[in-house]
């Protein structure tokens, strides 16, 4: 298994451009997120997916979309990128076990994002 | 959201044990206590998580307050490989918030 891929594994845009962070991953995992973290700061969750189909609002969506249409993929769009938008961007997945405790959530490498 | 206090940084020597806090004060009867860590310059990885009962695996050893309103991770025998943050996190719901963690640092 390659476990959770994320390309680009960096990108420079200028503001205003879009792009779509891309996110894929073979465990059959239902569950995906997108998070963003900034130097010397945690994690903050953007956005994330329960299943194919599903998604939901983190605690910082605004400026990005997110679609799920297949269990595999999760990418992440910035429609208008701004500069306060410069960040790591970290793919998780995880199973949803019919039980109470949730599986571990498995990261991606990153994807290093400037906007100019 | 689920909320955990930890403190910023923590400092160790090398070879010996690391106790790493954690208040949850708001903490539910059916919220896990999970704890992932982040190596320099890569994504979080999974640690230890429990409910009720301290846990043991490869890893670390996790102790859990009698009233669950607290944590502890115990790294037994600390290396400078073990340098990174470390997250304490309530599965509470579909929404995984992770705090700002703790910053251990291995002194050689």
């Known amino acids: 298994n390659a476990g959770v891929t994320q390309t680009p594994k960096f990108q420079v845009l200028k503001t205003g451009q879009s792009m779509t962070l891309q996110c894929a991953q073979d465990?059959?995992?239902?569950?995906m997120s997108w998070y963003r973290q900034d130097p010397g700061m945690g994690l903050r969750l953007i956005h994330y997916?329960?299943?194919?189909?599903?998604?939901d609002q983190g605690e910082v969506p605004n400026g990005y979309n997110v679609s799920r249409s297949t269990t595999e993929d999760f990418p992440l769009r910035l429609l208008s990128a701004a500069p306060s938008q410069t960040s790591v961007y970290f793919c998780?997945?995880?199973?949803?076990?019919?039980?109470?405790?949730?599986?571990?959530?498995?990261f991606g490498p990153g994807t290093r994002l400037l906007v100019l | 959201d689920a909320k955990t206090t930890q403190p910023n940084s923590m400092e160790s020597n090398e070879e010996e044990p690391v106790h790493l806090p954690c208040n949850h004060s708001?903490?539910?009867?059916?919220?896990?206590i999970h704890w992932y860590r982040q190596l320099p310059s890569q994504g979080p990885e999974y640690v230890i998580h429990?409910?009720?009962s301290n846990v043991n695996n490869r890893m670390a050893s996790l102790a859990i307050a009698e009233d669950r309103k607290s944590s502890t991770l115990i790294l037994h025998r600390a290396t400078l490989r073990d340098a990174a943050v470390y997250y304490c996190i309530l599965d509470r719901d579909d929404k995984i918030i992770f705090g700002k963690g703790t910053r251990l640092h291995i002194l050689p």
């Open positions: 997916s329960v299943g194919a189909g599903i998604t």
């Open positions: 429990g409910l009720t």
């Open positions: 465990m059959n995992h239902e569950y």
């Open positions: 708001t903490i539910s009867g059916t919220d896990y």
């Open positions: 998780a997945s995880t199973s949803r076990p019919s039980g109470v405790v949730r599986e571990t959530q498995y």
